[in-house]
């Protein structure tokens, strides 16, 4: 597909993302206590879609999470660099696939549990940086230094918690997010989980032999 459409993509696509984000939660921000919030009209509900709001199907991933103002600054900064960073490393053409097949495999969800979101979405996103940046390091409080990789693994463990404590929403979003993940990385899985089967089925057989 890359060799075929590779120059068919949205060229810094994370930027029109956290640009509508951000203008629905400034939005929300200023309207919500009058009565008036622009994410009501735009989150994912299975039963709106089929009552003929088919807008909903796509418009829920302009949703912006429901933080503090300035957690919402940092937290879409975050994002817009993970995905530039993303979008350098692979190409404009092999990211798109990357956030669409999410949002598309959300929506299948979606449509399965009759709601959706883009926080795990978001999350898969962080997983992908870090596994090509593990030791790219962030700066807690703006203060401790602290490398990706073990922020990736304080993600997976709530990502772990979240599972099990979400209901079938929650699990099957979840889902979808890492299969994301998996489907890209696979050729990087693989192979060590195949080593790691395999140097434990030679060390087991030692151990008998012996």
Request: proline share 3%; net charge positive.
């Amino acid at each position: 597909m890359n060799y075929k459409y590779g120059r068919h993509f949205i060229s810094n696509l994370m930027l029109y993302i956290v640009i509508a984000q951000t203008a629905v939660y400034i939005s929300d921000y200023f309207f919500s206590g009058r009565g008036f919030a622009v994410s009501e009209y735009l989150y994912f509900d299975r039963s709106l879609i089929f009552s003929g709001q088919i807008w909903r199907i796509l418009t829920f991933v302009f949703i912006p999470p429901q933080i503090n103002p300035i957690f919402m600054f940092f937290f879409m900064y975050l994002y817009y660099m993970i995905g530039q960073a993303l979008e350098r490393t692979w190409g404009g053409f092999y990211f798109n696939v990357y956030y669409f097949l999410g949002v598309v495999l959300s929506i299948a969800g979606g449509f399965i549990t009759g709601y959706a979101d883009i926080t795990y979405l978001n999350l898969s996103l962080f997983l992908a940086f870090a596994i090509l940046f593990p030791n790219e390091r962030f700066l807690i409080l703006f203060i401790i230094p602290i490398k990706v990789k073990y922020l990736a693994i304080v993600d997976v463990i709530f990502l772990a918690i979240a599972f099990v404590f979400s209901g079938w929403s929650g699990k099957a979003a979840i889902i979808v997010s890492l299969l994301n993940l998996v489907l890209f990385f696979w050729d990087d899985f693989y192979p060590k989980i195949r080593d790691k089967w395999r140097y434990r089925k030679i060390r087991y057989k030692w151990k008998k032999e012996r």
